[in-house]
């Protein structure tokens, strides 16, 4: 394969790519706004480029009636940067139809007819720019990337129809991406919203949201009736067990493989097992949700220092695990747990075990929980697909960025 064309191109393509420099394909661009106009302020962010400023931005972001002149008026289909932080991508491409103003501290350009703008904001998120970037800074930790220093630079183009064919075919798979992102976050926003509708009481229960058929009123139960603590110790050296650890995000999540398992513990005491619908929570976090149940179909190991438990033998067929892992997360659980919380003035949210179980709370029968559980299995399964998928079209899309540019 010859170095000036990529490993992989759209059929119909033949020609070799040449070698151009960036003087050449982009000029300066931006006014500062000098009348100080109302335009709406941005700030650039490595994850999303152009990001509208508000309050809750650092000093409070742009007000309305700030003085706006000394701020660079970008126009659309240009592109910004942040001179001090383009080694970590803060770079956007300006597409919103609108003038727009950002900081005077960043650099504004446009591109000449010769090369297509997509394009370019793909070649700009891709390793390619990153090797540039460090090719053309020398020494120091943090080196601002003027836009003299772009013009430096050299990159390969291929003709202009090439150019659009690629940069098309990357908007369409970061408008998937999109769409996943969105999906994601509209069932993660319906998952939460009745998360906080289980008000534990007998006069508004989660029953009033969506599960009209049934009738019975929720009963308060003592968590200490319901759950009895677990201790069952195991050998992380010698266990063929995974290891899983506890987030406030995600709940029960495996540690990667390369985690070395020789030096985490040097007592066989340091890690517990947790069998299959088993809850774990961290006694030190427990206020802010870190809890989750194993819902594998095969035990774990997980540290010694969090809290597991199980449903009490005695109340069988009256707890069902999937609503439980569900309520221990909700806004109401949460209240509970800080009202028993123990510790300093400062840092007050440890919960042992010895006080979770002192919690009363209402609770529903047991079909009801089972209906409930499942509604949020369903909106759990759904999550994680968004995300999967949405985790498989990123990576495509940075292994397709290293094989269709040169």
């Given at each position: 394969?010859a170095?000036?064309?990529?490993k992989?191109?759209?059929?119909?393509?033949?020609?070799?790519?040449?070698?151009?420099?960036?003087?050449?394909?982009v000029?300066?661009?931006?006014?500062?706004?000098?009348?100080n106009?109302?335009?709406?302020?941005?700030?650039i962010?490595?994850?999303?480029?152009?990001?509208?400023?508000?309050?809750?931005?650092?000093?409070?972001?742009?007000?309305?009636?700030?003085d706006?002149?000394?701020?660079?008026?970008?126009?659309?289909?240009?592109?910004?940067?942040?001179?001090?932080?383009?080694?970590?991508?803060s770079?956007?491409?300006?597409?919103?139809?609108?003038?727009?103003?950002?900081?005077?501290?960043?650099?504004?350009?446009?591109?000449?007819?010769?090369v297509?703008?997509?394009?370019?904001?793909?070649w700009?998120?891709?390793d390619?720019?990153?090797?540039?970037v460090?090719?053309?800074?020398?020494?120091?930790?943090?080196?601002?990337?003027?836009f003299?220093?772009l013009?430096?630079?050299?990159?390969?183009l291929?003709?202009?129809?090439?150019?659009?064919?690629?940069?098309?075919?990357?908007?369409?798979?970061?408008?998937?991406?999109?769409?996943?992102?969105?999906?994601?976050?509209?069932?993660?926003?319906?998952?939460?919203?009745?998360l906080?509708?289980?008000i534990?009481?007998?006069?508004?229960?989660?029953?009033d949201?969506?599960?009209p058929?049934?009738?019975?009123?929720?009963?308060?139960?003592?968590?200490g009736n319901?759950?009895?603590q677990?201790?069952?110790?195991?050998?992380?050296k010698?266990?063929?067990?995974?290891l899983?650890?506890?987030?406030?995000?995600s709940?029960?999540?495996?540690?990667?493989e390369r985690?070395?398992?020789?030096?985490i513990?040097?007592?066989?005491d340091?890690?517990?097992?947790?069998?299959?619908?088993?809850?774990?929570?961290?006694?030190?976090?427990?206020?802010?949700?870190?809890?989750?149940?194993?819902?594998?179909?095969?035990?774990?190991a997980?540290?010694?220092?969090?809290?597991?438990m199980?449903?009490?033998?005695?109340n069988?067929k009256?707890?069902?695990?999937?609503?439980?892992?569900?309520w221990?997360?909700?806004?109401?659980?949460?209240?509970?747990?800080?009202?028993?919380?123990?510790?300093?003035?400062?840092?007050?949210?440890r919960?042992?075990?010895s006080t979770?179980?002192?919690?009363r709370?209402?609770?529903?029968k047991?079909?009801?929980?089972?209906?409930?559980?499942?509604?949020f299995?369903?909106?759990?399964?759904?999550?994680?697909?968004?995300?999967r998928k949405?985790d498989?079209?990123?990576?495509?899309?940075q292994?397709?960025?290293?094989?269709?540019?040169?």
């Amino acid at each position: 394969m010859a170095d000036n064309v990529p490993k992989i191109r759209f059929p119909g393509f033949t020609e070799p790519w040449e070698q151009r420099k960036f003087k050449d394909l982009v000029f300066k661009s931006g006014k500062k706004n000098k009348k100080n106009l109302p335009y709406e302020s941005f700030s650039i962010t490595n994850e999303s480029g152009f990001v509208s400023q508000n309050e809750q931005f650092e000093n409070g972001g742009t007000m309305k009636d700030a003085d706006k002149s000394m701020y660079i008026i970008v126009s659309p289909n240009s592109f910004a940067y942040n001179p001090a932080r383009i080694n970590v991508g803060s770079i956007g491409y300006q597409a919103l139809g609108k003038n727009v103003i950002v900081s005077s501290l960043y650099e504004v350009f446009k591109t000449s007819h010769e090369v297509d703008d997509h394009f370019l904001w793909y070649w700009f998120k891709s390793d390619h720019f990153k090797r540039l970037v460090e090719s053309l800074q020398e020494g120091g930790v943090r080196l601002y990337f003027y836009f003299d220093k772009l013009q430096k630079g050299e990159l390969w183009l291929p003709p202009i129809e090439e150019q659009r064919k690629i940069g098309g075919y990357f908007k369409s798979v970061d408008n998937l991406i999109t769409l996943h992102q969105r999906k994601s976050v509209t069932i993660k926003k319906l998952k939460s919203g009745l998360l906080r509708k289980m008000i534990l009481t007998v006069e508004s229960t989660l029953t009033d949201v969506f599960l009209p058929l049934f009738t019975i009123d929720w009963e308060q139960r003592k968590l200490g009736n319901l759950f009895f603590q677990t201790n069952e110790t195991v050998n992380p050296k010698t266990s063929n067990l995974s290891l899983w650890s506890l987030t406030v995000e995600s709940g029960l999540t495996p540690k990667p493989e390369r985690y070395d398992r020789s030096a985490i513990t040097k007592k066989e005491d340091q890690y517990k097992m947790v069998h299959p619908g088993e809850i774990v929570f961290n006694p030190m976090n427990m206020t802010i949700g870190a809890i989750g149940m194993n819902k594998n179909s095969f035990p774990i190991a997980v540290s010694g220092y969090y809290i597991t438990m199980k449903e009490s033998s005695s109340n069988n067929k009256t707890i069902d695990p999937c609503f439980f892992s569900e309520w221990m997360c909700s806004p109401n659980a949460l209240k509970l747990y800080k009202n028993v919380a123990t510790g300093s003035l400062i840092e007050k949210q440890r919960v042992q075990f010895s006080t979770f179980s002192k919690i009363r709370a209402m609770f529903p029968k047991y079909e009801e929980q089972k209906k409930i559980g499942q509604v949020f299995d369903a909106l759990d399964d759904l999550i994680t697909l968004h995300q999967r998928k949405l985790d498989d079209l990123k990576k495509l899309k940075q292994g397709l960025l290293q094989q269709m540019l040169v």
